[in-house]
């Protein structure tokens, strides 16, 4: 790492292997990746986090190994440039783990149990009191992952602000003890609150792969359509005469995330702002049908150029796979100096600490020097 690069921020981020992207990713921290990266006192590491995904999916890993190209054809569509931005495997870092082992020893499982993203993620499985030890765990990997690379921003959605506490709580024990070693790091949240937290389609709660409510990057324009106009409204604006509401009403929530002043020139001309239409929309004479039409012209928009960079991708495989390989290798070299400072702070770079290598020998050396004397008294 040259100079430049060392006075820079460090900024990461990654995603788990589950699925294809889709728009809740997107507002909640590509946008920002892809603004990010072109920030001059930023150094960004983008990592799709395949270790973390088999947690609660070790009996299907077909499921993680299929959907890691997919992942990276999204991040290089949505404008994550590998020249600008390191993008690399989870698994292919095996420093991470080793970081992981020494962290756990820093966090009780009472801690662990008391992490609201974890307990609300265990709801969400139904694990029961069938939770894997390592899935429990994730935080501290999560830890690992940011600390390894000297992270001092993570770029997120707030619900995982209490993963990157855990983190901060981690580092601070492990410097206390040790040394100033590790990095405390910050969240970066989106700028729009809307976008913290996307809904589903269905209004039920979060966009999500599991609950099969979500708008996919790679979706085709006839398929994002469709699901536009299924989207959920306001259940008592049976008439267009009726006054309608915006509270939980999916397709104004998603225009506060994606809406822009020039899309009403373009698409919606007879208004002026967002705040216009809804206030039509509240005191009645506006259908579901025209706000939900503005929005599909916007998401089309603003998808379009990302399927096209998807499309190039996917004709060149080999090159994602040349990227991937690329950037791990990079990160690997970032994250093993990262570890030899933890090793060397905790005391066990044995082979290499010629002080310790000369204290056991002039313990031994005395010993050997007092019992000679000692024969040579008795004799």
Same mark, same amino acid.
């Given at each position: 790492?040259?100079?430049?690069?060392?006075?820079?921020?460090?900024?990461?981020?990654?995603?788990?292997?589950?699925?294809?992207? /889709?728009?809740? /990713?997107?507002?909640?921290?590509?946008?920002?990746?892809?603004?990010?990266?072109?920030?001059?006192?930023?150094?960004? #590491?983008?990592?799709?986090?395949?270790?973390?995904?088999?947690?609660?999916?070790?009996?299907?890993?077909?499921?993680?190994? *299929?959907?890691?190209?997919?992942?990276?054809?999204?991040?290089?569509?949505?404008?994550?440039?590998?020249?600008?931005?390191?993008?690399?495997?989870?698994?292919?870092?095996?420093?991470?783990?080793?970081?992981?082992?020494?962290?756990?020893?820093?966090?009780?499982?009472?801690?662990?149990?008391?992490?609201?993203?974890?307990?609300?993620?265990?709801?969400?499985?139904?694990?029961?009191?069938?939770?894997?030890?390592?899935?429990?765990?994730?935080?501290?990997?999560?830890?690992?992952?940011?600390?390894?690379?000297?992270?001092?921003?993570?770029?997120? &959605?707030?619900?995982?602000?209490?993963?990157?506490?855990?983190?901060?709580?981690?580092?601070?024990?492990?410097?206390?003890?040790?040394?100033?070693?590790?990095?405390?790091?910050?969240?970066?949240?989106?700028?729009?609150?809307?976008?913290?937290?996307?809904?589903?389609?269905?209004?039920? &709660?979060?966009?999500?792969?599991?609950?099969?409510?979500?708008? #996919?990057?790679?979706?085709?324009?006839?398929?994002?359509?469709?699901?536009?106009?299924?989207?959920?409204?306001?259940?008592?604006?049976?008439?267009?005469?009726?006054?309608? /509401?915006?509270? &939980?009403?999916?397709?104004?929530?998603?225009?506060?995330?994606?809406?822009?002043?020039?899309?009403?020139?373009? #698409?919606?001309?007879? #208004?002026?702002?967002?705040?216009?239409?809804?206030?039509?929309?509240?005191?009645?004479?506006?259908?579901?049908?025209?706000?939900?039409?503005?929005?599909?012209?916007?998401?089309?928009?603003?998808?379009?150029?990302?399927?096209?960079?998807?499309?190039?991708?996917?004709?060149?495989?080999?090159?994602? $796979?040349?990227?991937?390989?690329?950037?791990?290798?990079?990160?690997?070299?970032?994250?093993?100096?990262?570890?030899?400072?933890?090793?060397?702070?905790?005391?066990?770079?044995?082979?290499?600490?010629?002080?310790?290598?000369?204290? $056991?020998? *002039?313990?031994? *050396?005395?010993?050997?020097?007092?019992?000679?004397?000692?024969?040579?008294?008795?004799?």
């Amino acid at each position: 790492m040259d100079t430049k690069e060392q006075k820079k921020e460090i900024l990461l981020t990654g995603d788990r292997p589950t699925g294809q992207l /889709h728009l809740g /990713h997107y507002v909640g921290t590509l946008r920002k990746r892809v603004e990010l990266q072109d920030d001059p006192r930023f150094k960004q #590491y983008v990592f799709i986090s395949d270790l973390q995904a088999l947690t609660d999916n070790a009996r299907d890993p077909e499921k993680i190994r *299929n959907n890691l190209i997919e992942v990276a054809l999204d991040y290089l569509a949505v404008g994550i440039d590998p020249k600008k931005s390191t993008i690399f495997v989870q698994s292919q870092i095996p420093e991470l783990a080793e970081l992981t082992m020494y962290y756990m020893n820093l966090v009780t499982l009472a801690r662990l149990h008391r992490n609201p993203t974890i307990k609300s993620e265990i709801k969400d499985r139904g694990f029961g009191d069938n939770i894997p030890t390592g899935f429990m765990t994730y935080p501290i990997s999560q830890a690992a992952d940011i600390t390894a690379f000297n992270a001092k921003y993570v770029p997120g &959605g707030e619900d995982q602000e209490p993963i990157i506490e855990q983190t901060r709580e981690i580092v601070r024990s492990f410097n206390n003890i040790y040394g100033k070693i590790l990095v405390e790091p910050y969240m970066i949240l989106p700028g729009n609150d809307v976008c913290n937290r996307l809904p589903g389609i269905d209004g039920k &709660g979060k966009m999500s792969k599991s609950l099969g409510n979500a708008i #996919y990057l790679a979706d085709e324009p006839s398929v994002i359509k469709k699901k536009v106009m299924s989207m959920f409204t306001d259940p008592l604006h049976l008439r267009i005469e009726d006054p309608g /509401h915006l509270e &939980g009403n999916i397709p104004f929530i998603y225009l506060k995330a994606f809406c822009k002043p020039e899309h009403f020139a373009k #698409y919606l001309p007879e #208004y002026k702002s967002l705040t216009e239409l809804e206030q039509h929309y509240q005191r009645g004479g506006l259908g579901d049908g025209t706000v939900k039409k503005f929005l599909n012209a916007i998401l089309q928009e603003e998808l379009q150029p990302i399927r096209e960079r998807r499309q190039f991708y996917q004709a060149n495989i080999e090159l994602v $796979y040349n990227i991937l390989e690329d950037g791990s290798k990079e990160a690997r070299k970032v994250a093993a100096e990262t570890l030899k400072k933890v090793r060397r702070a905790i005391g066990i770079e044995y082979f290499d600490d010629a002080e310790l290598k000369r204290t $056991y020998q *002039n313990k031994y *050396n005395n010993i050997l020097s007092q019992a000679a004397a000692m024969q040579k008294k008795t004799k």
